[in-house]
């Protein structure tokens, strides 16, 4: 965080001085209750009607304190804590952060998707981290609780900031963007997710376009033109640029030429009626979308193309995102064990049946979450692909996945299926099927510690070449 004085910050919140001084510095800043503590020069944001140990405070000297808390609850503040009283601790608390945002003229991504944001993100920081300095949302931790510390996590060292945002509710994008302010906003694809927050597949296609009103006035949206979900968002009211890409159609960064190979991608980016060789570690058509955006991103942040391309080259794709390795008896471990959602599992079953050709595939999908009252019908279309393909055996794990194995027999899957409750007594099975020309897929919930574990048991030390 850069320092801020406390007089400045007074004058900003337009707040009174209660008790303390004003002529230092907060080098912290954070919402009581809600982010932990950093230790001396701290910003605490306090609402009326929590409570906060006085004394405690004392250990952490100098301390600011703003509060919209009544002079009689104040007497017992002790002498070295400085407290700011405001008319409305939320009012100040968000007039705090957009004086923070504005004063770094620097380009902002918000990223935002069913699939790929996270990776489309980490490449973004990648390639941009070899010349920039560049502030990011640590992993997939995309929480709107979490935006407040990230956008703190620039400073006037900072060059450009990249941020993924979660979603689990209606308005949860748009009160990430007001904290972020972005001047580059990007939707990877959007598939059904989070029904039970957003109730519907229209109400969850409309909460992913919240990003559209968040981006900056003049600034740039990046789009999948392939997604037939996007196509739903109107654009009518935004003022700014419009950057498109696809692995299909003609597009501002269109590929070309897709093949798999060794270690990921290969392909021949468009791009202003140039065409450019192009490599992506990690393998699947969604990764050259992912790609692609990078790409689109960096390049609009003014870097020049054929350095972003040379930078994503090396890019180390994601652990448990489709990760290949050797496994127990020979065999070839797809670990996707990151998340799950059907549109996930149709590009995992896509790389599956492109690297798996002319092997023994075998496919263990867990319990799909967040899918309110659509749950029963998209295991039952997951379950219906699934028996289109070509598979040995489908393993389900979970009460909920059950009903993929169940529609699979239905719809006349023609390998075996086998339906666990729990991952209890399905490895001793696997293991017997495996050998060198099998290639097994785990796909499960992010929070499933027995899938990850499972995963991570069936795996070698050794990483699949």
């Not at 406390?6 to 004058?11: A, C, D, F, Y």
């Not at 919140?13 to 230092?24: S, Y």
């Not at 957009?98 to 996270?118: E, Q």
């Not at 302010?181 to 519907?200: R, S, V, Y």
Request: net charge positive; glycine share 8%.
């Amino acid at each position: 965080m850069e320092p801020l004085l406390v007089s400045r910050i007074r004058k900003i919140l337009r707040g009174d001085l209660h008790c303390g001084t004003e002529d230092w510095y907060i080098k912290h800043a954070i919402v009581h209750n809600r982010q932990e503590l950093k230790g001396k020069n701290s910003l605490i944001f306090l609402n009326k009607r929590e409570s906060i140990h006085w004394g405690f405070l004392e250990k952490v000297s100098p301390c600011l304190v703003v509060t919209d808390k009544p002079v009689e609850e104040l007497r017992s503040v002790r002498q070295n804590t400085t407290v700011i009283r405001v008319k409305s601790m939320l009012q100040a608390y968000w007039k705090f952060m957009d004086y923070y945002r504005n004063l770094f003229d620097i380009p902002v991504v918000a990223i935002t998707g069913t699939c790929g944001k996270t990776t489309t993100k980490e490449m973004i920081k990648y390639i941009l981290s070899q010349t920039y300095s560049v502030q990011a949302t640590e992993s997939s931790k995309n929480e709107p609780r979490l935006s407040f510390p990230y956008l703190l996590g620039i400073d006037k060292n900072t060059d450009m900031a990249v941020f993924e945002t979660g979603l689990g509710n209606t308005g949860n994008i748009k009160h990430q963007c007001l904290i972020y302010q972005p001047t580059i906003g990007i939707i990877t694809n959007i598939g059904a997710h989070h029904l039970d927050g957003c109730k519907t597949l229209e109400g969850y296609i409309q909460a992913k376009g919240e990003m559209v009103e968040g981006v900056k006035p003049n600034g740039t949206l990046i789009l999948n033109a392939d997604d037939e979900n996007i196509k739903k968002i109107s654009l009518d009211r935004f003022r700014g640029k419009v950057i498109y890409f696809s692995t299909k159609i003609s597009s501002d960064f269109k590929a070309d030429r897709i093949l798999f190979a060794k270690g990921g991608m290969e392909f021949t980016l468009v791009y202003n009626r140039t065409r450019y060789p192009v490599f992506v570690p990690g393998y699947g058509e969604h990764q050259v979308s992912n790609a692609l955006a990078a790409i689109a991103a960096v390049t609009e942040m003014g870097m020049e193309i054929k350095e972003a391309i040379k930078g994503l080259a090396t890019f180390k794709n994601m652990q448990r995102h489709l990760e290949v390795t050797k496994g127990i008896k020979g065999s070839t471990i797809i670990d996707d064990t990151w998340t799950i959602n059907p549109l996930s599992i149709e590009a995992a079953l896509n790389v599956m049946d492109e690297i798996g050709m002319g092997r023994k595939k075998i496919l263990l999908l867990g319990d799909i979450n967040r899918l309110g009252s659509y749950e029963k019908e998209y295991h039952q279309k997951i379950g219906k692909i699934v028996a289109e393909r070509s598979y040995d055996t489908l393993f389900t794990i979970g009460i909920k996945a059950e009903e993929i194995g169940q529609q699979a027999i239905r719809s006349g899957f023609k390998g075996n299926v086998h339906m666990f409750p729990a991952v209890d007594g399905l490895k001793e099975l696997l293991v017997k099927k495996l050998d060198a020309n099998t290639m097994v897929l785990i796909k499960g919930p992010m929070k499933s510690r027995s899938m990850i574990d499972l995963a991570s048991s069936l795996k070698l030390n050794e990483q699949h070449e």
